[in-house]
């Protein structure tokens, strides 16, 4: 016989969970107490909603559910955000909290909060075990739920005296979950109809969204997209998916794509969109695409089909499989012209130079193509995201940002799970003053963990997104965008034993570019940026 | 346009205001909504009205079936089905009036469930439409009070929507 407690902490190990970020408190203090003697390594972090961002890094460098775990109540709401956020981008997460004890449910006592009822428009699925021998079941299906189909957050809420309770363990059974059956393959049928639609095309283009990474996709998309020579745009949670540099990636489309993206888009007379759910920031005007452009879509959720777009032909199941079975029925073909066509609008990216100003877009082409190839880039939110998502060389490292949700503060805290995921792998932060001091409080993290993770802080003492609306829709009436109170980030980073430098003059970004990618252990870059760069 | 939508879902706490949660978070609207459990006790049959356009019963469909706890859902065709809502009324019925108000109820297949010196209470069980026909034929009357249960429905015919074993 063993406790709920100890049977939750068997069920990670049983799991392969190796790292989970948290933040304890009385109410899930004997789940702490079960840890403490596992291998499964806990990292502290300084917020709860960081030990959510941090798991979802995890979760998307190690193709595995992150965990994350925190207190009743407060602790339990902290989380939030970060789930929604883990939720936005389809991101496989298991989050543990304690509750208040089952007889207290309900009388508003200290720190009580109805999590899973907060909780409920942001989670893929949610349990509160009241039946201590039910922990097992509800562990299992947890980790099945949040990793197939179309990933997301799992919520289990445990009162803290079912946590006490000693039951039989067993965790050799197989999970069936009735009311959950993911399709995987797709319906031959349709896939022979997408093929028709593809010889029939003149204009072919692929799509690729987030969900090539949520099913390992990368190789079958790119075996594809060559084989039939098909150009490929990609969302923000697609980048990456494919090299930047690959002659067959058109870049980034939507409201802050590249122009040659969005001309594809215009200019296609086949859309093929895959894991990518047509976002209103990737598809700003869906009723005209649909009008002009026969589309395709290749989604592991049904419910994303045809809910922004009108599809021709819908595809259900995974993204790695569909692409597999096309795979093994499409010819060769050459689409020289539509190539050709798309290459006069591919133009080499012409920085704007201002005397003694750094480009920060600029700064991020030369950053990404000067760093490893293998490197994750983490960005944040704001002017740095887009800066970032458009400038950022890829060749096989990673992009995380994000993308649905658009949350300030994910980049430094979901680098730490990125990093713990994947320590082999330079990790480094692109974000501004802005959402950097939304995050700040993780380097204590950082420096705990010993990370070797590099941020570099884009400073216009701005909001800068803001900014720019109020500039461009506001008539200049800037209101609530002034972060002149911000600290000195090279001062802070000291009080943490973290090395710094600070730049604002072109001629130092080589040098410090050297500093900060030869550095061991973590770096903080300052850079200094004009205050009027815009995003675009 | 109205549509009738069944769907099974496990009998367990915080199911239902899931499928509630789901409609008023995308907009969906609900004229109806009743809930029972069925003949397998782990399995609850949830009876929707929603009102909207075939793009909205997309998905309804598909938001639904997203949801873990739902089994399985299937949207009626309006032509065939059997559909009935319990509406119990209390009209003020002083000893003059007692005798129309029994004829309507007898013709209108309803029945009086109690009776006092100044009210009478029927109850009818009906379509939705029948139920608005009792309504107003009681109207006149001075109705007190109203309560219904949100329509239930099943196919015509032999097929069935059921969970697999």
Redesign the interface.
């Known amino acids: 016989m063993i406790t709920v407690a100890q049977a939750v902490v068997r069920c990670l190990e049983a799991e392969g969970v190796s790292v989970i970020f948290g933040y304890p408190g009385a109410a899930i203090c004997p789940v702490y107490d079960a840890l403490s003697v596992s291998s499964i390594h806990h990292v502290l972090v300084r917020e709860e909603q960081n030990a959510a961002h941090a798991a979802s890094g995890f979760a998307r460098i190690s193709g595995k559910p992150g965990v994350c775990i925190a207190t009743s109540g407060p602790g339990a709401l902290n989380l939030i955000t970060g789930i929604a956020t883990a939720y936005a981008d389809s991101i496989p997460m298991v989050i543990i909290t304690g509750q208040v004890s089952t007889e207290l449910l309900g009388r508003d006592v200290f720190q009580e909060a109805d999590i ?2 907060a909780a ?2 942001f989670v ?2 949610s349990y ?1 075990v009241k039946e201590p021998e039910r922990i097992a079941g509800v562990m299992k299906e947890a980790f099945y ?1 949040a990793s197939t189909g179309r990933p997301g957050p799992v919520l289990i809420d445990i009162p803290v005296d079912v946590q006490r309770v000693k039951i039989e363990f067993d965790y050799s059974f197989d999970v069936s ?4 059956k993911p399709t995987l393959a797709g319906h031959q049928g349709q896939v022979k109809r997408m093929l028709a639609a593809l010889k029939a095309a003149q204009k072919p283009l692929i799509c690729a969204g987030g969900g090539i990474f949520s099913c390992h996709a990368q190789k079958e998309l790119r075996g594809f997209a060559e084989y039939c020579k098909i150009p490929v745009v990609t969302t923000m949670m697609g980048l990456g998916a494919i090299e930047t540099e690959h002659p067959l990636n058109f870049g980034m489309l939507g409201m802050h794509g590249q122009r040659t993206a969005n001309m594809a888009v215009h200019e296609a007379d086949l859309l093929i969109l895959i894991g990518a759910r047509v976002g209103d920031r990737a598809v700003t005007t869906p009723g005209v695409l649909e009008k002009r452009t026969k589309i395709v879509h290749i989604d592991v ?3 994303e089909i ?2 922004n777009v009108d599809v021709q032909i819908p595809i259900v199941g995974d993204a790695k499989v569909i692409l597999t079975q096309l795979m093994e029925k499409a010819e060769p073909m050459d689409h020289v012209n539509w190539l050709n066509e798309l290459d006069k609008y591919k133009k080499p990216a012409v920085y704007q130079q201002t005397p003694d100003k750094i480009n920060p877009k600029e700064f991020i082409h030369t950053l990404s193509e000067r760093a490893e190839a293998d490197t994750v880039f983490v960005a944040d939110v704001g002017q740095n995201q887009i800066w970032s998502a458009a400038n950022c060389v890829l060749r096989n490292g990673r992009f995380l940002t994000s993308g649905g949700m658009g949350t300030m503060g994910y980049s430094v805290p979901a680098a730490v799970g990125a990093k713990l995921a994947s320590p082999h792998q330079p990790v480094i932060v692109t974000c501004g003053d802005g959402s950097f001091q939304m995050e700040m409080m993780e380097l204590a993290t950082i420096c705990q963990e010993k990370l070797d993770i590099k941020i570099v802080v884009m400073k216009n003492n701005r909001l800068g997104m803001v900014r720019e609306l109020q500039k461009n829709d506001y008539a200049g009436n800037y209101t609530a965008v002034f972060l002149d109170g911000g600290p000195d980030f090279g001062k802070l980073a000291a009080a943490y034993g973290i090395p710094s430098l600070s730049i604002s003059r072109p001629q130092e970004v080589d040098g410090a570019l050297e500093r900060l990618l030869s550095q061991t252990g973590p770096f903080l870059l300052e850079c200094m940026v004009d205050p009027e760069e815009s995003s675009l | 346009m109205k549509q009738t939508v069944s769907i099974l879902v496990e009998n367990h706490a915080g199911v239902l205001s899931r499928v509630s949660g789901l409609f008023s978070r995308r907009g969906f609207n609900i004229d109806s909504l009743a809930v029972g459990v069925t003949d397998d006790s782990s399995v609850s049959r949830i009876t929707i009205v929603v009102d909207g356009d075939d793009y909205m019963l997309e998905q309804v469909e598909k938001q639904l079936n997203k949801l873990i706890d739902v089994i399985k859902l299937r949207t009626l065709p309006q032509d065939e089905i059997i559909s009935r809502e319990l509406m119990l009324i209390k009209v003020t019925a002083k000893s003059d009036a007692r005798g129309d108000i029994m004829d309507i109820a007898k013709i209108m297949g309803a029945k009086i469930s109690d009776i006092t010196t100044s009210t009478m209470t029927v109850e009818i069980a009906d379509t939705a439409e029948r139920l608005q026909t009792m309504l107003d034929l009681l109207a006149p009357y001075g109705v007190k009070e109203v309560v219904r249960t949100g329509t239930i429905a099943l196919q015509r015919g032999g097929e069935s929507i059921t969970v697999q074993k």
Request: charged share 30%; hydrophobic share 25%; glycine share 18%.
């Open positions: 899973t009822g409920e428009p893929k699925h509160l739920i979950v009735r009311g959950y959720d049904p419910a045809g809910k």
